[in-house]
């Protein structure tokens, strides 16, 4: 069975699948077989979710796309009403069933949350409930802007409090030229109780690749074949 790990964020927009495709690239580099999984997705074009096609092009490993996707909807909103307005609830067992095919087929597998790491999937569960089910370590996703301090914190509390371990967090510059850039990175290290994987800094077109040769793997590597 292959090492997961679980991307989440602080925010929507902040950079997940950018770093969970960092992530995979980096993991490849080593030698690793990967693969990535995005278990729900509110945004798809024509059948095509981009955050799912990305995944694939980062990954080392074919999977079906019922596999890798269990749950994808069209409009662009929180994934329960989009699941409510699709006639479906969202149920975490057979994402968990999913993830288990994965990590028989890769050495390492690598989920992308939806939202942030408390969005809504149904009428009594969040994205919480899916990293608590998956059992992964976290990699939480900081969009370097005003204002994460706070969200940093508040979801860094919420993973402890979910008894997770959260293996390191990666700031992610979405802003040209954040103010005082350095000491809110510095500030953040100082507080979340976790390595800092890498910094990535803020480009109009971002790259997977780039960004995953920024990335230390170090602290991710315990435990993996």
Partial sequence: M??????TGTDTGVGKTLVACALLRAFA????????????????????????????????VSA???????????????????AELAGLEIDLEPIAR???ELSRLAQVV????????????????????LAVRLGLPMVLVVGMRLGCLNHALLTRRQIEGFRLRCAGWVANCILPDMPYLDRNIRALEQRLDCPLLGVVPFRQ???AALAGR???????LDGIL
């Fill in 110 to 129: 690598v989920v992308e949350g939806a939202g942030g790491f408390l969005v809504p999937l149904n009428s009594y569960q969040t994205g919480a409930d």
């Fill in 64 to 82: 079906g796309p019922q596999i890798v996707n269990p749950y994808a909807f069209e409009p662009a909103i929180a994934p329960h009403i989009a």
């Fill in 29 to 60: 580099r080593t030698g690793k077989s990967v693969v990535g999984m995005k278990p729900v997705a509110a945004g798809s074009e024509g059948g095509r979710v981009a955050d799912v096609e990305a995944l694939a092009r980062a990954s080392t």
């Fill in 205 to 207: 077109d971002p790259s």
């Fill in 214 to 220: 920024l990335l230390s793997l170090e602290p991710l």
């Fill in 98 to 100: 999913a993830y288990e």
């Fill in 2 to 7: 292959g090492q997961g790990y679980f991307v």
